[in-house]
């Protein structure tokens, strides 16, 4: 499943947090805080659910949830790509924080394996205000919505390269919106400030929660959109 598409939420709140990256404790105390109720709220995540921080382990557990959904990120890719011969362990361990990975034993890399394989490289959601896309990184410049996620349906590695690695939206170098959506969020890029950063309809939410920056915390905002 390349994109997976869901309806709006008639009975609850939904939300959307980014760059968990082992921090469930955190996480679950964020939600504590904002009232969450699983019964009839959602959580979808850009991505990147483990690596540098402390219980990478438990994001297993956490898709499970019926309520929790998330796209794949570029960490989150290299627990695919682990299962292949060619693949540098030791460089993911000492620079992207792979450690936890190490610890596992075969079965359970095989279980983490597969199940990121099934995890979808963008989100789509209805709600009151119109669609909102989520994405690990970024859609190219020259594509719209309908168009990216068409790539990426279609496979196009290149386009899926980018929605996992960009930064150039993030970095200032373009700042047009993406067209055919109404909202895109996307982590990846972490605004060490802790602010969120807006470029025309993109919102990068990854604050940094697993960095010991002054700033680093983990955002969680609410799915809403102003009605038009």
């Not at 964020?30 to 659910?49: I, M, T, Y």
């Not at 896309?133 to 190219?140: E, F, L, Q, R, S």
């Not at 929605?163 to 060490?192: F, K, Q």
């Not at 969120?196 to 609410?222: C, E, M």
């Amino acid at each position: 499943m390349r994109i997976k598409r869901f309806c709006k939420n008639l009975v609850g709140k939904d939300y959307v947090v980014s760059d968990i990256h082992g921090t469930y404790s955190l996480l679950t105390r964020e939600l504590e805080r904002l009232n969450f109720n699983p019964d009839q709220d959602r959580l979808f995540s850009a991505g990147d659910l483990v690596d540098r921080g402390p219980e990478s382990p438990e994001a297993l557990k956490w898709l499970d949830y019926p309520w929790f959904h998330s796209c794949l990120g570029n960490h989150d890719e290299f627990v695919i790509n682990a299962q292949s011969p060619g693949f540098d362990v030791r460089w993911w361990v000492l620079v992207n924080g792979g450690e936890w990975w190490l610890t596992m034993d075969s079965a359970i890399q095989k279980r983490f394996s597969d199940r990121f394989q099934q995890l979808p490289l963008a989100l789509e959601i209805e709600t009151d205000g119109g669609r909102v896309g989520i994405v690990h990184a970024d859609v190219p410049p020259e594509l719209s919505w309908t168009q990216f996620t068409a790539a990426l349906e279609k496979g196009n590695r290149t386009i899926q390269e980018y929605a996992l690695w960009s930064r150039n939206r993030a970095m200032g170098r373009y700042t047009h919106p993406v067209e055919g959506i109404d909202r895109v969020y996307c982590g990846h890029t972490v605004n060490e400030n802790g602010d969120i950063k807006i470029v025309a309809n993109v919102y990068f939410i990854d604050t940094g929660a697993a960095y010991n920056l002054p700033h680093s915390k983990l955002t969680i905002l609410p799915l809403t959109l102003e009605k038009n």
